[in-house]
């Protein structure tokens, strides 16, 4: 698995492995973050789950870069997905992978 880092405040916060308490909390994560993702619910839920997992307080990852918290909650999204089913997850701009 690829090293997950976000960096606050000059502090850096790694993930480089996941578990079955992760499994659970996306699985949670998905259920919370609903189907609308312009709503403050989808946010709250996908900071919820990525302060849960990196281990970092909410209020500072509310202050982090917007664009690499993204960034790692997709790497961590496709890296849970994929231990747990051997594929990563397709995301918005990917098509499902096919069997032939």
Do not use: C, H
């Not at 079955?20 to 919820?48: C, N, P, S, V």
């Not at 202050?63 to 997709?74: N, Q, S, Y």
């Not at 397709?90 to 096919?98: I, K, R, V, Y």
Request: glycine fraction near 6%; charged fraction near 35%.
């Amino acid at each position: 698995m690829k090293e997950i880092k976000i960096v606050i405040d000059g502090k850096d916060y790694v993930k480089k492995g996941f578990t079955g308490e992760d499994w659970l909390r996306l699985l949670d994560y998905i259920e919370a973050a609903g189907d609308k993702i312009l709503t403050k619910q989808f946010f709250d839920a996908r900071y919820d789950f990525l302060s849960d997992v990196m281990k970092i307080d909410r209020k500072k990852l509310e202050k982090a870069d917007l664009e690499e918290v993204t960034a790692a909650f997709k790497e961590i999204e496709s890296g849970i997905s994929s231990a747990f089913f051997g594929t990563p997850v397709a995301t918005e701009n990917e098509a499902p992978a096919t069997q032939e």
